[in-house]
């Protein structure tokens, strides 16, 4: 899970070069879907890949825009067997 909060509060920067360039998104690097807090301070995306530094590519693409909170998740299904 990726945590991004907009430098400056401000989202629209970001918004706007995703318009223009895309996710930026390295191969191997699965966006599977966001949500954007409601006072539109946050948001957080659900991303997949089995080489982190992919991920790390893809957080120097954005982090003049963003600052990012990384936080390893699985799905509860495979956390419950383990608990």
Do not use: I, K, M
């Given at each position: 899970m990726v945590i991004e909060r907009f430098k400056?509060?401000?989202?629209?920067?970001?918004?706007?070069?995703?318009?223009?360039?895309?996710?930026?998104?390295?191969?191997?690097?699965?966006?599977?879907?966001?949500?954007?807090a409601a006072d539109f301070a946050r948001c957080y995306q659900l991303m997949e890949c089995?080489?982190?530094?992919l991920l790390m590519r893809w957080v120097a693409s954005w982090s003049d825009l963003v600052d990012f909170e990384i936080v390893p998740v699985v799905p509860s299904a495979q956390a419950s067997p383990l608990l």
């Open positions: 400056n509060g401000e989202p629209r920067p970001v918004y706007s070069r995703a318009r223009e360039q895309g996710r930026l998104l390295p191969d191997g690097l699965r966006y599977v879907d966001s949500w954007v089995d080489d982190l530094t």
